[in-house]
């Protein structure tokens, strides 16, 4: 199993950035799919999910309203396009899959929001 996150890196605020998540090694269309972020010294937190068939997302409040998550399950990726992004965005984001049974997380991609 291996979720790989495409994306991150140094962007100016106000800036966008839009992440991808690879998957392999189970059967991702089962999965609901989501995205966390954890800066430092600071709790991981939920930024967005995306349901199985991609019918269905929910966001965090940390993000609302600036970011959109999408998914294709013929590519195995999902994806968070963030926009206006600002400082106390800085953070590592995650790719995480899960279903009943099990959940699955990616190794994270940096993202800093500075000038």
């Known amino acids: 199993v291996q979720l790989v996150e495409f994306g991150g890196g140094l962007v100016q605020p106000g800036g966008s950035l839009r992440l991808s998540c690879a998957a392999s090694g189970f059967t991702f269309s089962r999965y609901v799919m989501s995205w966390y972020r954890q800066a430092p010294g600071k709790e991981r937190e939920v930024v967005a999910a995306i349901s199985s068939t991609g019918d269905g997302t929910n966001y965090g409040e940390s993000m609302k309203g600036r970011s959109t998550i999408s998914r294709d399950n013929a590519k195995n990726t999902v994806y968070l396009q963030i926009n206006s992004l600002k400082p106390e965005d800085t953070a590592v984001y995650y790719c995480?899959?899960?279903?009943?049974?099990?959940?699955?997380w990616g190794q994270g991609t940096q993202v800093t929001v500075s000038s």
């Open positions: 995480n899959a899960r279903t009943i049974l099990n959940t699955y």
